[in-house]
């Protein structure tokens, strides 16, 4: 689904003009990087969170050469999908 089409679809559910809808979005997306970037999580209710993690410094090899590397340690983003929402789309097997 493209952003034009979840505009439109969010447009015609809470009956608003795709301008509104599209501008709660952006909004919305706004604040959810704002909020990762102060507090390092951004929980979006029933579907999952948004968490900044610390890598830790590692060695690591470059796959061409075989040659050893540091990778330094660095802060990257994560998306941790609510349990209900996995079990809704994948199924847990039963036993």
């Given at each position: 689904?493209?952003?034009?089409?979840?505009?439109?679809?969010?447009a015609?559910?809470?009956?608003?003009?795709?301008?509104?809808?599209?501008?709660?979005?952006?909004?919305?997306?706004?604040?959810?990087?704002?909020?990762?970037?102060?507090?390092?999580?951004?929980?979006?209710?029933?579907?999952?969170?948004?968490?900044?993690?610390?890598?830790?410094a590692?060695?690591?090899?470059?796959?061409?050469?075989?040659e050893?590397?540091?990778?330094?340690?660095?802060?990257?983003?994560?998306?941790?999908?609510?349990?209900?929402?996995?079990?809704?789309?994948?199924?847990?097997?039963?036993?």
């Amino acid at each position: 689904m493209t952003q034009t089409q979840l505009v439109r679809e969010l447009a015609a559910h809470c009956e608003v003009s795709n301008k509104v809808a599209k501008e709660f979005l952006q909004c919305y997306a706004d604040i959810a990087i704002r909020e990762t970037k102060k507090n390092g999580v951004f929980v979006l209710p029933g579907i999952g969170r948004l968490v900044r993690v610390e890598r830790k410094a590692r060695t690591g090899r470059n796959p061409a050469t075989g040659e050893t590397i540091k990778i330094p340690a660095k802060k990257v983003v994560k998306f941790r999908v609510a349990k209900s929402v996995k079990d809704a789309i994948v199924p847990p097997k039963r036993k």
